[in-house]
């Protein structure tokens, strides 16, 4: 079976119906909305099978500060398996000490190279495309909503894991970004607020596979 979903749990679910999709999900996205509402201890302990068997758990905090603060923030969050910056902050004294940090604790960067909401300027690319590519993190986050730059993007970086939100409640299809060079899809509402998680998750495994087979071989 297909596993290119990482699920972005922006709001509070009951532990049982998480459990229940775990063979379904690669990797699960934390960001402040959790965070927020249930504190840290109680996120842990919600994604605690996950942990303890070893599924990446993405932190989403978007960070883009000095690097000393995001150094002090990665730091009280080592639950998590990987970290994902914004790459507009620049390199001295933020990116690259933070890149240093994380990867002594044997964790992982990703960086931000474009957004998928509508008023995200991609003008910037080239500016951020010479962040990325002098940071050299483990990935990179890019749109479902845009499959053009994705594409862009997988062509600009062939060896970095890709993972791209904006698929279902903004608009994105299912597979569509892994068919654009994509490596997995983050997905959150579409999931979380369906009245049978387990049974559209099944359902969008299923679409993901129908695209990648329509697409395999083919270049879009
Ligand atoms: O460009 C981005 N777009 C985006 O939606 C970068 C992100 N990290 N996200 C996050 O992906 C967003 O904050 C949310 O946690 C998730 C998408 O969730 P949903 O739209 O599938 O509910």
């Given amino acids: 079976m297909l596993n290119k979903i990482i699920f972005a749990i922006d709001e509070v679910l009951d532990k049982s119906i ?7 999900i690669y990797g699960i996205k934390i960001g402040y909305p959790l965070l927020l509402k249930i504190g840290v201890n109680e996120t842990i302990n919600l994604v605690h099978n996950f942990i303890k068997n070893d599924k990446e758990i993405i932190m989403d905090l978007k960070l883009a500060d000095i690097d000393n603060t995001m150094k002090s923030i990665v730091s009280q969050l080592e639950f998590a398996d990987s970290y994902i910056a914004h790459s507009f902050i620049g390199i001295e004294g ?21 957004m998928s909401h509508k008023g995200w300027n991609d003008n910037f690319y080239p500016y951020i495309k010479n962040v990325i590519s002098k940071i050299d993190p483990y990935g990179i986050v890019a749109p479902a909503t845009k499959l053009q730059i994705l594409k862009t993007i997988r062509k600009d970086f062939p060896k970095k894991i890709i993972i791209s939100p904006g698929i279902g409640a903004q608009g994105g299809e299912f597979g569509d970004a892994l068919c654009y060079g994509a490596d997995y899809e983050i997905i959150g509402r579409s999931i979380y607020t369906s009245k049978d998680p387990i049974g559209k998750i099944k359902e969008i495994v299923k679409l993901q596979e129908e695209k990648i087979n329509v697409c395999k071989g083919s270049n879009p």
Wanted: avoid cysteine; aromatic fraction near 14%; charged fraction near 40%.
């Fill in 18 to 24: 998480l459990d229940n999709l775990f063979e379904y």
């Fill in 94 to 114: 933020a990116l690259d000490e933070l890149k240093k940090y994380i990867d002594e604790k044997n964790k992982k960067l990703y960086l931000l190279a474009s």
